[in-house]
């Protein structure tokens, strides 16, 4: 008997799976009056929640500023802006690196400038000083804010820049840049020669 009972559940569960398959084939019909309006209830509904405060954070907003307060902003970031172009960009021209003579160990001396005049400090880095700040400062001029020193190097290709305010990495401007890039800044080039092939 109780066979015959589960094979009666089978066979009605199976008639109830049919009928359902049958339903889901039916063709949906749908109002489209009815869908569209719902649709745009839900599109004009105004929004609520974190919608609600993103929408507010997207809205135009009016601020009103005094023309002295506009004033005093934009002269400083006028200053701001020339100062800091001032600060990195070398206000005069200078030459390349030019060897001046040379040494008791017979490595000619280059002597290296570089125009800062709103530094504090500015060093000579590179591949003939383990590209140590504190290894070869520079001097600052009386006035024109032009930094220089006079370094015996050994001929061959070297690569070097400089640090200044102990921060500011900046190749030469006055010479070629080298191809790729050292501590992740760029370099400057120069080749000494050697004394003895002249």
Not at 8 to 29: F, I, N, T, Y
Not at 54 to 62: K, N, V
Not at 74 to 98: D, I, N
Request: glycine letters at 6%.
């Amino acid at each position: 008997m109780r066979q015959h009972d589960d094979l009666d559940a089978m066979d009605q569960g199976d008639e109830v799976l049919e009928r359902v398959v049958e339903e889901l084939r039916r063709p949906l019909r749908v109002n489209a009056a009815l869908f569209d309006a719902r649709v745009m209830d839900e599109v004009l509904r105004p929004p609520s929640g974190l919608r609600a405060r993103i929408a507010s954070l997207t809205q135009p907003r009016t601020f009103r500023v005094s023309p002295l307060v506009a004033l005093a902003a934009g002269l400083l970031f006028a200053v701001t802006a020339v100062g800091s172009v001032l600060y990195v960009l070398p206000s005069t021209p200078h030459a390349a690196p030019r060897v001046a003579a040379r040494s008791a160990i017979n490595s000619p001396i280059v002597q290296f400038g570089f125009a800062a005049p709103h530094a504090s400090s500015v060093a000579l880095v590179g591949d003939f000083n383990n590209w140590d700040p504190k290894a070869t400062p520079l001097r600052a001029a009386s006035t024109g804010g032009v930094w220089s020193v006079e370094v015996p190097i050994q001929p061959g290709r070297h690569l070097y820049a400089f640090v200044v305010d102990g921060t500011v990495w900046r190749p030469d401007p006055a010479a070629p840049k080298a191809s790729g890039e050292d501590f992740g800044e760029p370099n400057s080039a120069l080749t000494v020669a050697d004394p003895g092939m002249r």
